[in-house]
């Protein structure tokens, strides 16, 4: 079965520090992985996804994930945190064992930015 | 282009009454989802669509009902609401998986909030 973990529920950091949100995986063949944000009373909004293509992989706003296979990690990093980051960040899996594009939720890391 | 939309944006109801959440997309999607977000908790899937006239439970379906009877509508039902019903309701559809690279992506919904009381 697909999983995800998320490592810390809650991050706070300095605006303008780098940014590190840790994402560990479980997956019984090669995942596709996301990482969704969701700012404070609004929908989910996908900022990257990795598909087996680059293992680094680019998103909106800054942010990037690094895809570790060795590691079963999908880290998502962005080298300077903005006020406008703070917001919840889900890293997810998807799960393909029943034929349709299910996703796995982690349970979220709140991210916030301190001035 | 608006996306997915959904109504209301927040409900309070009373317990044992019903309710139907409406869900819309105009990106022509076949897949549609509903999930249910507790406070503190990530997303689970309580009933998916995989075209009109098809749907299938997903991890949380009890209390819940959906009918797909086009594919730009996906309404959620809930019959007897009860106090662990409480929640945010999200709606979000794709592509089916398969068809290059974008079809992995899911887009959702603002959300419904609901209370039951």
């Given at each position: 079965a697909q999983s995800v973990t998320q490592l810390d529920s809650h991050v706070s950091v300095s605006e303008g520090t780098p940014v590190l949100l840790r994402c560990n995986y479980s997956s019984s063949y090669s995942p596709s992985l996301f990482w969704y944000v969701q700012h404070p009373n609004k929908g989910l909004q996908l900022l990257l996804k990795y598909t087996?293509?680059?293992t680094l992989v680019k998103g909106i706003n800054g942010f990037e994930a690094e895809f570790k296979k060795s590691e079963t990690s999908f880290h998502l990093t962005k080298p300077s945190a903005h006020m406008s980051d703070a917001a919840e960040y889900f890293c997810v899996v998807r799960d393909s064992s029943g034929g349709y594009n299910k996703l796995i939720f982690g349970a979220g890391t709140r991210l916030a930015v301190h001035p | 282009n608006a996306g997915v939309t959904q109504t209301p944006k927040f409900r309070i109801l009373k317990i044992g009454q019903s309710m139907t959440l409406q869900c819309t997309q105009d990106?022509?999607?076949?897949y549609m989802y509903w999930y249910r977000q507790d406070p503190g908790m990530g997303l689970k899937l309580i009933y998916y669509s995989v075209g009109a006239g098809i749907t299938d439970k997903g991890e949380v379906p009890n209390g819940y009902n959906v009918s797909r009877s086009t594919t730009e509508d996906f309404p959620l039902r809930l019959e007897l609401a009860a106090p662990s019903q409480t929640s945010v309701y999200f709606c979000a559809s794709s592509y089916p998986?398969?068809?290059?690279?974008?079809?992995?992506t899911q887009y959702f919904g603002p959300g419904t909030r609901l209370t039951v009381l």
């Amino acid at each position: 079965a697909q999983s995800v973990t998320q490592l810390d529920s809650h991050v706070s950091v300095s605006e303008g520090t780098p940014v590190l949100l840790r994402c560990n995986y479980s997956s019984s063949y090669s995942p596709s992985l996301f990482w969704y944000v969701q700012h404070p009373n609004k929908g989910l909004q996908l900022l990257l996804k990795y598909t087996s293509a680059a293992t680094l992989v680019k998103g909106i706003n800054g942010f990037e994930a690094e895809f570790k296979k060795s590691e079963t990690s999908f880290h998502l990093t962005k080298p300077s945190a903005h006020m406008s980051d703070a917001a919840e960040y889900f890293c997810v899996v998807r799960d393909s064992s029943g034929g349709y594009n299910k996703l796995i939720f982690g349970a979220g890391t709140r991210l916030a930015v301190h001035p | 282009n608006a996306g997915v939309t959904q109504t209301p944006k927040f409900r309070i109801l009373k317990i044992g009454q019903s309710m139907t959440l409406q869900c819309t997309q105009d990106m022509n999607h076949n897949y549609m989802y509903w999930y249910r977000q507790d406070p503190g908790m990530g997303l689970k899937l309580i009933y998916y669509s995989v075209g009109a006239g098809i749907t299938d439970k997903g991890e949380v379906p009890n209390g819940y009902n959906v009918s797909r009877s086009t594919t730009e509508d996906f309404p959620l039902r809930l019959e007897l609401a009860a106090p662990s019903q409480t929640s945010v309701y999200f709606c979000a559809s794709s592509y089916p998986y398969g068809g290059g690279d974008h079809t992995d992506t899911q887009y959702f919904g603002p959300g419904t909030r609901l209370t039951v009381l």
